[in-house]
T-cell receptor
Framework: GAVVSQHPSRVICKSGTSVKIECRSL??????MFWYRQFPKKSLMLMAT?????????EQGVEKDKFLINHASLTLSTLTVTSAHPEDSSFYIC?????????FGSGTRLTVV | DAKTTQPTSMDCAEGRAANLPCNHS???????VYWYRQIHSQGPQYIIH???NNETNEMASLIITEDRKSSTLILPHATLRDTAVYYC????????????FGTGTRLKVLA
């Protein structure tokens, strides 16, 4: 079946630094990918829609300058958390459309110290 | 996309069938019902989807009521590894539409 690879699975960074998370569709092309954020024991919250070759569409309340999204190819979207702060610590998940719906990456646990 | 409501949590004995309900009373005629589950600290995993007919695959069965306002996901013989949060989502399949996740049902399979 379709596979979405997300990297890294865990990252710890210092406050003020930036962190890049990669999301790759391994055996299919994805013109659109989605980025979610999840807090402990909460549901997934959609952050933005990543479109290949164009600007991402952000959900209301999500700072686009804080969460930079780049979708430069049909198989890769990246999320960069800029000037990270402890409140940005969370579980970030990407997804991409495949033949039966959407396939999700395994998630990235970001801890900002 | 239509909203869905699910019970917050459920318990099920190992080996027994787990029946997870979902209400989607505002579903449109061209919207499918999708089920995903999320095991702790992993991304959601696709389980099954359907439009109006009942569906079965190697993981589960999906029963959709005739009026399509509700559905039930059935795990026929639950195991401890089925402990997860189960999400019911409704959406059309043409084009690219974003999934909006509800709160889901936290299923705990008990030994």
């Amino acid at each position: 079946g379709a596979v979405v690879s997300q990297h890294p699975s865990r990252v710890i960074c210092k406050s003020g630094t930036s962190v890049k998370i990669e999301c790759r569709s391994l055996d299919f092309q994805a013109t659109t990918m989605f980025w979610y954020r999840q807090f402990p024991k909460k549901s997934l919250m959609l952050m933005a829609t990543s479109n290949e070759g164009s600007k991402a569409t952000y959900e209301q309340g999500v700072e686009k300058d804080k969460f930079l999204i780049n979708h430069a190819s049909l198989t890769l979207s990246t999320l960069t958390v800029t000037s990270a702060h402890p409140e940005d610590s969370s579980f970030y998940i990407c997804s991409a459309r495949d033949f039966h719906g959407y396939t999700f990456g395994s998630g990235t646990r970001l801890t900002v110290v | 996309d239509a909203k869905t409501t699910q019970p917050t949590s459920m318990d099920c004995a190992e080996g027994r069938a787990a029946n997870l309900p979902c209400n989607h009373s505002t579903i449109s005629g061209n919207e499918y019902v999708y089920w995903y589950r999320q095991i702790h600290s992993q991304g959601p995993q696709y389980i099954i989807h359907g439009l109006k007919n009942n569906e079965t695959n190697e993981m589960a069965s999906l029963i959709i009521t005739e009026d399509r306002k509700s559905s039930t996901l059935i795990l026929p013989h639950a195991t401890l590894r089925d402990t997860a949060v189960y999400y019911c989502i409704v959406r059309i399949t043409s084009g690219t539409y974003k999934y909006i996740f509800g709160t889901g049902t936290r299923l705990k399979v008990l030994a």
